[in-house]
């Protein structure tokens, strides 16, 4: 595999992150705002969103050269 398209597939796969992130704030909003409302359904989500951001760090620092200062 060539970087280049490794480089590709790393954005695709980021940008795929950041959309299921901003997903899950839409849902977790819109389930807040009902009430009653699940409260372990919410914490499931919260956990899978900050999980989606670890990832998104992580593939944000692969795509981002280092910086020597």
Do not use: C, G, W, Y
């Not at 796969?13 to 409302?37: G, M, W």
């Not at 990832?55 to 020597?68: A, G, N």
Request: proline share 3%.
């Amino acid at each position: 595999m060539s970087v280049i398209s490794s480089v590709t597939e790393m954005r695709v796969k980021l940008e795929e992150l950041r959309s299921e992130h901003r997903d899950l704030d839409d849902v977790i909003q819109r389930l807040t705002e009902t009430s009653p409302f699940n409260q372990l359904q919410i914490q499931r989500l919260k956990k899978r969103k900050l999980a989606l951001k670890d990832q998104i760090i992580k593939l944000e620092s692969k795509l981002l050269p280092d910086i020597i200062a």
